[in-house]
């Protein structure tokens, strides 16, 4: 993979987990997110360490033209949604959390277009004040959303389920479809959707799929599914990291010009 040496593309921060690898803790992020952003979006991918450090992301968020949520194994911790004590065996990550709960609101205020995926989506919902199903397969209430873990990577991200789009909202604009086949690798789910939050697609289950933060001066999505996988294999993933960098390279514009 080649990155054309650009000084103009957007940067857009894209936010890590923290793995322990060997016996030290790393700053981690997937390659398929930097492709996506490099190759869907036109931009320069800038990694965000789970600093937890509110200083460092105001500091951060003036000098970034987009922000990526990427997705994670790890479970957004229920005490920011007030919900149930988690299993002993739940995979968290307290340093992403605390880094991006704060990122987003930043992003918001300061008009960053922010794009959020799969763990990214349940991560903006809870920093706005929503909440979450902790184990979706246990409710009663909604098909399988998790990936067999027994099968290939290829299998694990196929096609799964479709989505119904809302009408009149931004992915109806972008996709101009009513009705889309998505992957569905989470365990995890939109519980109660936070009041600043535009549905923009639901699973045949009633499970919100996509949202929106109604009333945004810039980009501002968020989806449960994968669109970063093999991205280029799926018109509305293009579609998706298209907007997203357009909106970034708008962004980088607007503060080119005021310096
Ligand atoms: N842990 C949450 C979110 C699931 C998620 O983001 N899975 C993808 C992890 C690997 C990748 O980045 O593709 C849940 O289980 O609901």
Same mark, same amino acid.
């Given at each position: 993979m080649t990155v054309e040496p650009s000084h103009s593309r957007p940067l857009v921060g894209v936010v890590c987990d923290m793995e322990i690898?060997? $016996? #030290? $803790?790393f700053h981690v992020a997937g390659h398929k997110y930097i492709h996506a952003v490099i190759e869907g979006s036109n931009c320069i991918p800038v990694l965000i360490p789970a600093l937890a450090n509110e200083q460092a992301l105001e500091q951060l968020i003036k000098s970034l033209d987009g922000i990526l949520l990427t997705g994670g194994y790890s479970m957004v911790h229920p005490s920011h949604y007030q919900g149930n004590t988690p299993d002993a065996d739940t995979k968290l990550d307290p340093n992403r959390d605390n880094t991006t709960l704060p990122l987003i609101k930043l992003a918001i205020e300061n008009q960053v277009p922010i794009f959020g995926i799969c763990r990214g989506f349940q *991560?903006?919902?809870? =920093?706005? !004040?929503?909440?979450? #199903?902790?184990?979706?397969h246990e409710t009663g209430e909604y098909i399988e959303h998790r990936e067999d873990k027994n099968v290939s990577l290829e299998q694990q991200y196929d096609l799964a389920h479709p989505i119904n789009i809302a009408s009149g909202g931004v992915l109806q604009s972008l996709f101009a479809e009513s009705c889309i086949q998505v992957n569905s690798l989470h365990t995890q789910g939109v519980q109660r959707l936070a009041p600043s939050l535009s549905i923009e697609a639901?699973? *045949?289950d009633g499970l919100i799929e996509a949202f929106s933060v109604s009333d945004a001066k810039a980009f501002a999505l968020a989806v449960q599914w994968h669109p970063e996988w093999q991205f280029e294999n799926n018109l509305y993933s293009r579609k998706l990291f298209a907007a997203f !960098?357009? =909106?970034?390279?708008?962004?980088?514009q607007v503060k080119n010009h005021h310096g």
């Open positions: 690898i060997g $016996p #030290h $803790p *991560e903006m919902n809870v =920093a706005l !004040g929503g909440s979450l #199903h902790q184990k979706l639901t699973a *045949e !960098g357009q =909106a970034c390279l708008s962004r980088q």
